[in-house]
């Protein structure tokens, strides 16, 4: 029956996959609708009500629902994080990002005749500082070994890498999926951590026969993590990856800039018949820029290698390395594997090896950081709703922000809202960070006391936000030089409704014979004599009462 | 030139193996956590009883062998990897597996950058350096 489905898909559906992912619904043939209950429809005529199954969420889109009922997605992610030293792994040559070319070089890094590499104390630091982040058991002992091939990029012909002892193996990272996608905890395996250095980039001119080196980037320090092959969609796959850029910019490894290319990820995957317990035929997606063209290559990936397997053409999928085409939006070949390559491994002799005392990871383990993981446990204690956790744990300057503020003891659903809403608002429209703006977090706290015990209303409160925010100073300064004080004597408040009331008898009259609605003009008039201190919720009581007196 | 194939030969040599058997396809990396404090690893490319391709081996390493040269070389790269094989009678049971050969760890480098002063005598002994960048083949595919 899938396989009459897929008969009836013409090629351009792959396109309105991923119109899909916007999440809106579609007015054509086809209706998806995403919620967390469990029955998918569509309008096709061939088909009837579906259940779903405990297949993980994706992006509504039906066909990889209908694909995901009879295949499995089997994913793993292979993480390249340049570290954020002020040097280079093996040398002392700067490590700075948009230098003009071939500045930051010496003869270690260029692999010229004689020179000797020495490994900094600071890449071993990282390495074991996110070989705990990501939980995994370390090697007291390990060493480096010559990755050998030849490419123009790579300067000495073979790259210093961790073959078959790396610095840490055998972790987990725990994460959570956003709500719009199933919500839910994931545990993905992480099968080693190793330490290595980057190649020089490479730039392809259009004209020509010849391409252009820039060795800047030759021997900057690299941390390669490697999962398990624990990911099933993806949308796992987005999640695993923010969740790596999380971690390195939590513990300040590395800046994790996917635009940038200090964070890079490759995807390993194959479908397999669901039940069957054999791995399918393995491909590899490189040129993936950010984690939303992630998830689309891996549906993309998944639909492909589906489509082959229903048209029996299994065998058509070959181990290979496929290119993410952003602009197209599909994986196209690169060129295809023949076997394995040969790397011809072997123990760097040029470095002894890299020696842990247990002191020494004790005490770094001892200074890391709240982790991710562990805030947004602390903030769902503290009683906070997942949406809330996954946007102040995203960033850890905005949750340091938010640890300081409710510190000072503010109320934590206060604190949350007032940074979710409003204090994101600004902080995108003025395109700052949260480390940039002029109100420190006492004075939202005192912002927020302020107007809980009633010294202001919300909405004054709203509006000196904005100047602290933009220019500082204090929270009581500003009420007193504004005099914002809220009106919460009943005597006054009815004096001024009273007067508002004298004033318009048009509207009295209307709002007795029916037009309740009038309501609203008469508070607004009211707030503006009282240029807005009045207490709202004892100024629409009174005000009430007024209004429906008989008088 | 022979001995630049055969020092790429010997590289790929099989390692310790403690009893364990190893592919005879590309290499293999076996590693088991400890469970009587010997830590089993065995990363062999090639068993006893197989030799390296040895023109896949002369064209992964870049380096041209006639038909002739090859045929020539094969017995020579069999003894030696047999010479070594030697090593594989020795007992090693009892005797927690060394990463490397010298025992000392360390000589680690401080992260303080400095920049190379004769990055000029660099860039100028380029043949093919233009200005900014290094001109190089356009080769597109890595091995």
């Not at chain 1, 209950?37 to 779903?52: E, G, M």
């Not at chain 2, 197989?50 to 017995?75: H, K, N, Y």
Request: charged share 25%; hydrophobic share 35%.
């Amino acid at each position: 029956m899938s396989t009459t489905l897929f008969r009836t898909i013409q090629p351009n559906h792959f396109t309105l996959l991923t119109t899909a992912l916007l999440r809106t619904r579609r007015t054509s043939r086809h209706i998806s609708v995403r919620c967390q209950t469990s029955t998918t429809t569509q309008q096709s005529s061939s088909q009837q009500q579906q259940p779903r199954t405990s297949a993980p969420k994706n992006h509504g889109s039906n066909k990889l629902d209908e694909i995901l009922k009879d295949y499995e997605a089997v994913i793993g992610i292979e993480t390249h994080v340049q570290l954020s030293t002020s040097t280079k792994a093996f040398c002392s040559c700067p490590n700075s990002y948009g230098s003009h070319p071939n500045t930051s070089i010496c003869p270690v890094c260029m692999g010229l005749p004689g020179a000797l590499p020495v490994l900094s104390s600071k890449v071993v630091d990282f390495g074991v500082r996110l070989g705990l982040a990501l939980n995994c058991s370390l090697s007291l002992k390990s060493k480096f070994d010559r990755k050998q091939y030849f490419y123009p990029d790579l300067p000495k012909g073979y790259q210093i890498s961790q073959f078959d002892v790396p610095i840490a193996s055998g972790g987990y990272v725990d994460v959570d999926i956003p709500l719009e996608f199933g919500g839910g905890h994931r545990r993905f395996g992480i099968t080693r951590v190793h330490m290595e250095e980057d190649a020089g980039k490479l730039l392809h001119s259009d004209a020509g026969d010849y391409s252009q080196v820039d060795l800047n980037r030759a021997g900057v320090p690299l941390l390669e993590i490697v999962s398990e092959p624990d990911i099933r969609s993806g949308v796992e796959a987005a999640e695993y990856g923010s969740e790596m850029q999380r971690i390195v910019r939590y513990l300040g490894v590395s800046n994790g800039n996917m635009q940038e290319g200090s964070l890079r990820c490759d995807v390993n995957i194959s479908i397999r018949p669901i039940g069957q317990a054999e791995f399918g035929t393995k491909v590899e997606i490189k040129n993936l820029n950010a984690f939303s063209a992630m998830s689309r290559a891996i549906d993309y990936e998944i639909t492909r290698q589906a489509l082959l397997y229903n048209q029996g053409q299994a065998d058509q999928i070959v181990t290979e390395t496929r290119l993410w085409d952003e602009g197209a939006q599909k994986t196209v070949t690169m060129r295809k594997k023949e076997g394995l390559a040969d790397y011809r491994y072997f123990p760097e002799p040029d470095l002894p090896e890299v020696i842990l005392t247990q002191e020494y990871v004790d005490s770094i383990r001892a200074s890391l950081p709240e982790l991710p993981e562990a805030k947004r446990r602390r903030y769902e204690a503290m009683g906070l709703g997942i949406q809330d956790v996954l946007f102040l744990a995203n960033d850890v300057s905005v949750a340091e922000y938010f640890d300081e503020v409710i510190g000072k003891g503010a109320d934590v659903k206060s604190a949350a809202n007032w940074l979710m809403s409003d204090i994101a608002a600004y902080l995108k429209n003025e395109e700052l960070s949260i480390s940039d703006v002029k109100l420190t977090p006492q004075e939202l706290a005192e912002l927020i006391a302020a107007i809980k015990d009633e010294t202001i209303s919300g909405k004054i409160g709203k509006q000196i936000l904005f100047e602290l925010l933009a220019k500082g100073g204090t929270v009581q300064g500003m009420i007193k030089e504004k005099d914002l004080v809220q009106i919460t004597d009943p005597v006054e408040i009815e004096k001024m409704i009273m007067k508002v009331i004298s004033e318009s008898p048009k509207q009295l009259e209307q709002y007795r014979s029916g037009k309740t609605k009038l309501q609203g003009f008469f508070t607004g008039q009211v707030m503006k004599m009282s240029k807005g201190k009045a207490n709202p919720a004892l100024l629409n009581k009174i005000l009430l009462e007024k209004l429906n007196a008989k008088d | 030139m022979a001995t630049r194939a055969l020092l790429a030969a010997v590289s790929a040599c099989p390692r310790r193996r403690m009893g364990i058997k190893s592919s005879t396809c590309s290499s293999s990396l076996q590693f088991q956590r400890q469970e009587s404090r010997i830590i089993a690893r065995s990363f062999s490319s090639y068993t006893n009883s197989s030799l390296p391709d040895i023109s896949r081996l002369a064209e992964t390493a870049r380096i041209s062998l006639t038909p002739a040269e090859i045929e020539e070389c094969e017995p020579k790269i069999r003894q030696v990897i047999d010479w070594f094989g030697q090593l594989q009678q020795v007992d090693v049971n009892c005797v927690e597996p060394a990463i490397r050969a010298e025992m000392e760890g360390g000589n680690l480098r401080e992260d303080a950058p400095q920049t190379f002063e004769n990055r000029d005598s660099i860039r100028a002994s380029i043949p093919s350096f233009d200005e900014t960048y290094l001109k190089v083949p356009k080769v597109l595919n890595k091995e």
